[in-house]
């Protein structure tokens, strides 16, 4: 009974293979051999001179730029694809290759196979073209481009597998390849390449068209097996990356990217010692002023104590620290003077990375007359300040973790009183503004007394600026409103008139405070056409 089965099972699978071999010779005579191999040379006309019917059909050929006015052409993109594809191609199949390879490697084991190789990879001498690209400006921190591509190849894509002691060898020797992408690069941050992460979409089912020989037969000549493969492409590749889902590649770590909070640093001014008399009575009115570099915020200040030169603060203050390694807090002492300028009384600054996390230092440092170590005049006594700092990073648990999200609200920092928060504006950018005798633009902003500006965008009418501000205050600002004028100003000889209005707007906080953020274009009163482009959010400390 065994010796029979073996003998029914050997005759079964001889069987099997003379009736596959049969039937490809009868496919191959029936419906390849008699279609035809001449090749008429093409009819070429003006799309002028073809009926509707004809140019109804041509449709899908005619590129983007031509039948959608918002695509713009990027022929300068496909001529530098043109000319950089055999570069192109062997480093696109030199990453592949080496991407495929240990996956390869782990799944063979699972199918009993010995080995699988590419024989041959390269993906031929037709580079691919772009019909055409669309930019979505929307206002948020992301960069939103849909392309038309079509890439007509001649691959020839070789992979042998061997398994029981025979080869079996796959070929892909034509391909087809039309599909409408939407690229996004998001967020953008100020660090190159400018983006964190790309994400990919397919706007419709893309157009997927392929030879493959399988043991040197053409498999996609069988009858009905074209279009089954064909239509499993397209749902495949469909129900992985058609819009809203998407294909997300991270370039890098938009946390650092971006320069989230990391850390809070305690700073308590305890006292100075021998400063120098600067007043004519023979005293000085000392002050201490707080600065964390690359820190938006305002300086921080203590109260002056007068006709001390030895005074004694004892005053805390907390700082929101972003990047420990390179961030230093600066410290300069100034003699207040009720008429004229504030003196100063000399300066120092402590870099973090000197910081034990979790450790407070008492420092006492020796007044300079400024940061230049080979400066004379900083050998000069000018007097000691002490200093207590500490610096606290944050818990992983405390770290905020959706940066990407350009509409996420950060909570204030740690310190802000219970009912308080952090107000920031963001001038983004300005449209269509145009002044009588210049345009050097800048963003003037006026809250509750306090006054911040912009950097001058020279000879501009859209400028863009980019800059934020932040407001440290102890209740919401729900009645509070803002005051935002454009500016521009001239440093020309001779002109009646070197600065001059653009136009400007007032802001009322009490929906930035119940929606947490808004991001708008305001137009500016007194412009014909001008508008700014200003984002609020409210960081409350609940």
Sequence with gaps: ???????????????????????????????????????????????????????????????????????????????????????????????????????????????KIDSVDFEALTLGSLPPTFQGMKVYNTEEKELIMELGFKWAANPNILVAAK??????????????????????????????PCFANIHVSLMEKPHVDLGVKLIGVDVMSIPGLYRFV?????????????????LEVQIMDPTKAMKKPVGIL???????????????????????????????????????????????WNEEFTFVVKDPEAQVLHLSVYDWEQVGSHD??????????????????????????????????NEKSRGQIVIEAEYKPFKDNEVPTNVEDSNSVQKAPKGTLKEGGLLVIIFHEAQDLEGKNHTNPSARLLFRGEERKTKTIKKSRDPRWEEEFQFMLDEPPSNDKI??????????????????????????????????????????????????????????AS
Excluded at 284 to 300: E, R
Excluded at 508 to 518: E, P
Aim: hydrophobic share 40%; aromatic share 8%.
């Design 163 to 192: 398994a029981f002691g025979l080869k079996a060898t796959v070929q892909v020797i034509d391909l087809q390849v039309f599909a409408n992408p939407r690229i996004t690069l998001k967020p953008l941050v100020p660090s190159f």
């Design 344 to 377: 100063k009384m000399g300066l120092n600054v402590i870099p973090l990375k000197d910081l034990t996390p979790e450790e407070p230092k008492v420092l006492t440092l020796d007044l300079l007359k400024n940061l230049n170590p080979n400066d004379a005049q």
């Design 230 to 246: 064909q239509e499993l492409i397209k749902d495949q590749v469909a129900n992985m990356y058609l819009w809203p889902k998407r």
């Design 483 to 540: 005051h935002v004028e454009v500016i521009s100003t001239s440093k020309r000889m001779g002109l009646l008139h070197p600065k001059e209005t653009l136009g400007y707007v007032n802001i009322h906080l009490s929906d930035v405070v119940n929606n947490k953020r808004i991001n708008e274009r305001y137009h500016l009163i007194d412009s014909k056409n001008g508008r700014i482009q200003i984002e609020m959010q409210w960081r409350s």
């Design 1 to 111: 009974m065994l010796a029979m089965g073996i003998i029914s099972t050997i005759l079964g699978a001889f069987a099997f293979g003379i009736g596959l071999t049969v039937g490809l010779v009868i496919g191959y005579y029936l419906f390849i051999l008699p279609q035809s191999n001449d090749v008429k040379d093409p009819d070429i006309r003006p799309l002028t001179e073809l009926d509707s019917k004809t140019v109804q059909q041509l449709i899908p050929e005619i590129p983007l730029w031509i039948k959608n006015p918002d695509y713009d052409r990027i022929d300068w993109l496909n001529k530098f694809i043109e000319y950089m594809w055999p570069y192109l191609d062997k480093a696109i199949c030199k990453m592949a290759k080496k991407i495929a390879e240990p996956v390869i490697a782990e799944q063979i084991p699972k199918y």
């Design 266 to 312: 305690n700073v308590k001014v305890l006292r100075a010692m021998k400063l120098k008399k600067k007043d004519l009575l023979g005293a000085s009115d000392p002050y201490v002023k707080l600065k964390l570099a690359d820190d938006k915020l305002p300086s921080k200040i203590t109260t002056v104590k007068h006709k001390n030169l030895n005074p004694e």
